[in-house]
């Protein structure tokens, strides 16, 4: 009997590893896609991938919601040509994944060009069994 429990718990701690792992590979793709929707200006897939209640921090530590952030790159006041994503890591929590990365960004801001490398935390969350960017934060590298 306690042979059987301990296959069964070696089993069910496999099975939630697996399901673990392709949950963060969802939240990595749908970050994929917000950064391919970013830089090629799809509104329409960016405003698919944003939260409602999207909270944006930039690494200038200006912060704003979902509808200043995508007026500002609808409008052409932020434009990102360039976000280069590495070392990303995933951790889990049910239908909310933390992602961490490297990442180098090259765009205009408010006319003014910018060329900056940064980390970034992403918070995404399933919701209506969509993916959705429900934070960002990032921070400058020296």
């Known amino acids: 009997m306690k042979r059987c429990a301990l296959i069964s718990a070696i089993l069910l701690t496999s099975i939630c590893a697996a399901a673990g792992a392709a949950v963060q590979d969802e939240a990595i793709q749908a970050d994929r896609a917000w950064a391919a929707a970013v830089t090629k ?6 405003d698919r991938l944003l939260a409602a ?6 690494s200038s530590a200006v912060v704003e919601d979902k ?11 932020l434009r990102y040509d360039v976000l280069d994503q590495e070392a990303i890591t995933a951790k889990a929590y049910g239908d909310t994944v933390i992602l961490n ?5 090259q765009g205009v801001s408010d006319g003014s060009p910018f060329d900056t490398r940064a980390v ?3 918070v995404w969350v399933k919701q209506g069994g969509a993916w959705k960017l429900a934070a960002h934060h990032a921070a400058k590298l020296p």
């Open 53 to 58: 209640d999207l909270i944006y921090t930039h």
């Open 101 to 105: 990365y490297r990442i180098r960004m």
């Open 120 to 122: 970034v935390t992403h």
């Open 41 to 46: 200006r799809d509104f329409a897939a960016l």
């Open 67 to 77: 509808q200043t952030y995508f007026g500002r790159q609808k409008s052409g006041a």
